[in-house]
């Protein structure tokens, strides 16, 4: 006796207050009030080293902007429609000019890398992301403007006495 499951649509959850991140708040909330105190005192404290205090405040309350943009980031919501594309589900209606580019440069892409890997050839990257073949182990002769030849010394040690 089959039995029919009803399903019901997942509704998102409404955080009150101050959103998701709490943590990410309330540790952006500790380092204003922190660095505004330790500033208020290098102000009106009458302190020798006044300046470091007003300094290090003000450091510390730019460092919070960091826990801020923790919490913001944390907070948006973006509706699971638009989150198709990132997990590998792509729209039928977008599947018609995108589709067919992405297939041709990947058809490009791979073409070009395995026609490398017949070849036999090594590549490296040169200066500038230049790809030039890779001469490692091979013994190249050096000309100066001067037309004259200067080989690579030998592998073997030569040692001279003082």
């Not at 204003?32 to 300094?55: E, Q, R």
């Not at 919501?77 to 590998?88: A, F, N, Q, S, T």
């Not at 599947?95 to 070009?112: K, P």
């Amino acid at each position: 006796m089959p039995s029919s499951v009803k399903m019901e649509p997942v509704e998102e959850k409404i955080h009150g207050g101050v959103g998701r991140c709490k943590f990410s708040f309330w540790f952006a909330v500790a380092h204003d009030i922190l660095g505004v105190f330790i500033m208020m005192v290098g102000v009106f404290g009458g302190l020798a080293i006044h300046d470091l205090f007003v300094y290090a405040g003000g450091i510390i309350i730019f460092l919070s902007l960091i826990w801020w943009v923790f919490w913001y980031s944390g907070n948006i919501d973006v509706p699971p429609e638009e989150l198709e594309d990132d997990v590998g589900m792509i729209k039928l209606k977008r599947s018609g000019l995108n589709q067919v580019v992405r297939r041709m440069s990947g058809r490009i892409a791979s073409g070009i890398r395995s026609s490398f890997r017949r070849s036999g050839r090594s590549f490296r990257r040169g200066p500038a992301g230049v790809s030039a073949p890779s001469n490692a182990g091979t013994n190249l002769p050096l000309s100066t403007i001067y037309d004259t030849t200067i080989t690579a010394p030998s592998t073997e040690g030569v040692y001279d006495t003082v």
